[in-house]
C-alpha cells in the first residue's frame, strides 16, 4: 500500500474518509442491483406475457442470489484479511490472500455451473416454479449460468480494489457492468424479440465487461496489490481463514436465496403465482436496501481493519460510532419510504393495477422491522472487519435460519389468513435479530478493542 492510502486509513478525519470510500460504494452497490432490477423493469412490460414472465424471473432470482453468495463467501472473506495484512505492513501477505481467492474464484465458479445445469429444472420446480412460469424460468437460468465465471470474478475481486482504498476504480467496475446491461436490455427483449432469454443475455454480457475491468487494474501497476501467477496456488491455511470469515457474508446472501425459496412455495401454497410475483417485488426492494446499507458499512472496512492491525484502537472505535449512526438513520429513512410511500417503488416493476395494490399491501407488514434493521448490517460488518468470524456467523445464522424460515411455516398454523401469516414472519425475525444483534455487539465491544489481534475468529 503506498504511503498516501497509509497517510488517509490513519490519519484522515473518519466522517470525510468513511464517505468517500463508502459513497463510490453505495453508488456501486446500487447499480449491481440494477443488473436484476432493470432485468425485472423490462420483463414486467412485455405485451401479454410481462406479468407471468415477471414471476417467472421471481423464481430464478433466489439462485442467482445463491450464485453471488460465493463471491461473497471468498471476496468478502478474504479482502478484509488483506487489509489487516497490510495494516500489519505484510504486502506480500495480502498479495498472497489475493491470488489465492482468485483460484477459489474459479473452482466455485466451474463447480456451480456444472451443477446448476445438469438439475436447473428439478431446482426450479422446487423453487415453486408452476407449468406456466417454469418455461421462461428455464430460458433465462440456462444463459444466466453461463456468466457465472464473470459473476463471482467481477464481484469477488472488486472487494479488493475496494479494500486498498480504491472505492472509485471499485463504483467503477460495477458502472461499467451496469451501464451495458441497461442499454443492451431493451434492444435485445424488445428489438430483438428474444423475451427473458435477451434480458439473461444482456447480463451476461455486462458481467464479463466487468470482470475483464477488475482483472486489468488487478494486474496492472495501478493497483497496490497485484494479481500475480506464483500467489494463484491454493494455499490450506489461507484458503481457511478466507472461509471463516467469508461464512458470516456468505450465510447473509445464501440464506437470503433459501428464505426466497420458502416465500415462494409458502405463497404458491396459500396465494398462487400473483403473491409470488408481489415476493418478487418486494425481495428485489429489500436487496436494494440491504445492499446500500452493507455497502456503506463496507466503506468502513478498510479503515477498521488497517487501523486493527497497525494498534490505532482510537480509530477504530471512532469508525465503529459513525458508521453506526449512519446506519441506523439511513434504515429508518428507508423504512419510511416502504410504510408510507409503498407505491412509488412497486410501480418501476410493474404497471398491473392488481399486483401493485397487492404488493402494496404487503410491503406494510413485511418491512416493519426494517426500521431498526440497519444496526444490525452496521454491527455485523464490523465483526467482519475485525477478523471475528464466529460471531458474524451467528448472527447471520440467527435471523434467517433460527427465526424466519422456523416461522414463515409455524405462523400460517395460529391465523385465518394464511399468506397474511407468512409476511409477518419477516418483521417479526427482524426485530428479535437485531435486538439480540444489539446486547451481542454491546457486551462484545470493549472485550474485541482490547484483545490481541485473532483472524480466525
Known sequence: MNVMMNNRFANEKIP??????????????????????????????????????????????????????????IGFGGAPLASIKMGEGKHDKAEELLGSCFSMLLIASLGLTIALLFFKSQILTLFGASPDTLPYANDYLTICLIGTGPVLISLGLNQFIAAQGFAKTAMFTICVGAAINIILDPIFIFGLKMGVQGAALATVISQTFSAAWVLRFLISKKSNLRLRIRHMGLRTK??????????????????????????????????????????????????????????????AQPIIGYNYGSGDLKRVKSTIVFCSIFCGVFGLAMWSIAIFLPELPIMIFTNNPELIALTAKLMKVFFLGTCI????????????????????????????????IPLVYLLPMFFTSKTD?????????????????????????????????ETKG
Open 238 to 299: 489461507i484458503a481457511g481463514s478466507v472461509l471463516a470469515l467469508g461464512l458470516s457474508p456468505f450465510i447473509m446472501q445464501s440464506t437470503e436465496s433459501l428464505v426466497q425459496i420458502v416465500f415462494n412455495t409458502s405463497l404458491a401454497r396459500y396465494g398462487g403465482d400473483l403473491y409470488i410475483g408481489a415476493m418478487g417485488i418486494m425481495s428485489s426492494l429489500m436487496q436494494i436496501f440491504t445492499l446500500l446499507l452493507t455497502s456503506f458499512a463496507q466503506g
Open 373 to 404: 434493521y440497519g444496526l444490525q448490517l452496521a454491527f455485523q460488518q464490523v465483526f467482519i472487519a475485525l477478523g471475528q468470524a464466529k460471531v458474524s456467523i451467528f448472527i447471520a445464522v440467527l435471523r434467517k435460519i433460527i427465526l424466519l
Open 421 to 453: 401469516a407468512v409476511i409477518l414472519a419477516e418483521p417479526i425475525a427482524d426485530f428479535c435479530a437485531v435486538l439480540t444483534c444489539c446486547v451481542l455487539f454491546g457486551l462484545k465491544v470493549k472485550q474485541l478493542l482490547n484483545r490481541p489481534l
Open 16 to 73: 470525510k474518509l468513511i464517505l468517500s470510500l463508502a459513497a463510490p460504494a453505495v453508488v456501486a452497490q446500487l447499480i449491481n442491483a440494477l443488473y436484476n432490477v432493470v432485468d425485472r423493469m423490462f420483463i414486467g412490460r412485455m405485451p401479454g406475457t410481462g406479468t407471468i414472465a415477471l414471476t417467472s424471473i421471481g423464481i430464478v432470482f433466489p439462485i442467482i442470489m445463491m450464485i453471488g453468495s460465493f463471491s461473497a463467501l
